[in-house]
């Protein structure tokens, strides 16, 4: 009689098969956490033109949606900014129109500058609104002071109108002060040049932001400051000095007025950018689900009949390994 051993062969392809399970049970297992094929190139047929083109697209819309969320949040504070001192520089002009006019039953003569000097400190501290760690006024400044405080310009104009008591002569000395080249420039400003226009992914340019030392701005401080020293002029020319700083603040809040326009401008361009951007990345997400996803529930349906498959190898495997000559024997 022949005796016959354990088949060897079909503990070899047991083992085979073990291994086949378990790098599956892997790859399922993967796939139930992450929703994704591991098999890239099977999910694709080996043509992964696609897949590459809607990767290509997620790689640059994700930077390209937090530039912009970067950029439209600049643009929303600093438009912010420039209503709130709009805002309070009018109440400044409509107060020093009601001085000046002689038919209101206000003294000219007893008009408080008080009120224009809080209204200037508080639009210089409104000046230094920053978005992301950088002054939003400052040009290209980074992260610095944008304005000195605006003691230091109290400081030079009244260093610039001593002595002086004639309306002309004050309004000329403070025009000095918010010229180009003047102390508002050189001493008080303390950013950079303006920035260069913000162009979007889509090709479309915005206007920058002004700095604290636009022509506007300087024309606003410039009224404001006429209204904060008007005490120093003769009394007889007191009320027209008045009128005229505030018709310089209403015709600079005007300017302001454009300024804020163009902002919600850009802040229309940038969200419909924000729009395409996010139709871009979701269609080209849908096409990496439909190419490599892999359904959450099938996977773990998988993984657990895997588990099965492959403890049931395991045990066939043991109990072949332990057969001995004894058990083949009739």
């Known amino acids: 009689m022949i005796l016959t051993s354990p088949d060897t062969l079909l503990q070899s392809g047991l083992i085979r098969q073990i291994g086949q399970l378990r790098t599956r049970l892997d790859q399922s297992s993967i796939e139930m956490v992450t929703g994704r094929r591991t098999d890239i190139l099977e999910a694709v047929r080996g043509d992964n033109d696609v897949l590459l083109r809607a990767q290509a697209v997620i790689d ?3 930077p390209a949606q937090a530039r912009l969320a970067v950029v439209e ?5 600093a438009g912010s900014a420039l209503e709130t001192i709009r805002d309070l520089t009018g109440e400044v002009s409509r107060a020093a129109q009601s001085a000046g006019d002689l038919a209101s039953g206000v003294d000219a003569n007893k008009f408080a500058a008080t009120e224009a000097r809080t209204a200037l400190a508080s639009a210089f501290s409104t000046l230094e609104a920053r978005f992301g760690g950088r002054s939003l006024f400052g040009g290209d400044l980074g992260s610095g002071r944008v304005l000195e405080d ?56 915005l206007t920058t932001l002004p700095t604290a030392d636009s022509e ?34 209403e015709t600079a809040r005007e300017a302001t ?10 802040l229309n361009a940038i969200q419909a950018e924000m729009d395409r951007q996010d139709d871009l990345l979701f269609d080209a997400e ?16 998988e993984t657990q009949a895997l588990e099965a498959r492959l403890q049931a190898a395991y045990t066939v495997t043991s ?12």
């Not at 949040?73 to 504070?77: I, K, L, N």
């Open 319 to 330: 109990r072949l390994s332990s057969l001995r000559l004894t058990n083949f024997l009739r």
């Open 257 to 266: 007025i454009a300024d804020e326009a163009s902002i919600g401008l850009a």
């Open 60 to 62: 640059t819309a994700q």
């Open 150 to 205: 605006v003691t230091v310009l109290l400081g030079e104009i009244q260093t610039a109108t001593a002595g002086l008591t004639t309306a002309a002569s004050i309004e000329a000395a403070i025009d000095t002060i918010f010229a180009p080249g003047g102390a508002f420039e050189t001493v008080v400003y303390s950013g950079g040049a303006p920035l260069a226009d913000p162009e979007l992914e889509n090709g479309l340019t």
């Open 216 to 249: 506007t701005l300087r024309q606003l401080f410039k009224g404001l400051s006429m209204v904060a020293f008007n005490d120093q002029v003769d009394p007889d020319e007191r009320a027209q000095f008045l009128r005229d700083g505030a018709e310089i603040i």
């Open 73 to 77: 949040g600049r643009y929303r504070v």
């Open 286 to 301: 849908v096409t990496l689900e439909n190419l490599i996803g892999r359904d959450p529930f099938d996977a773990a349906t």
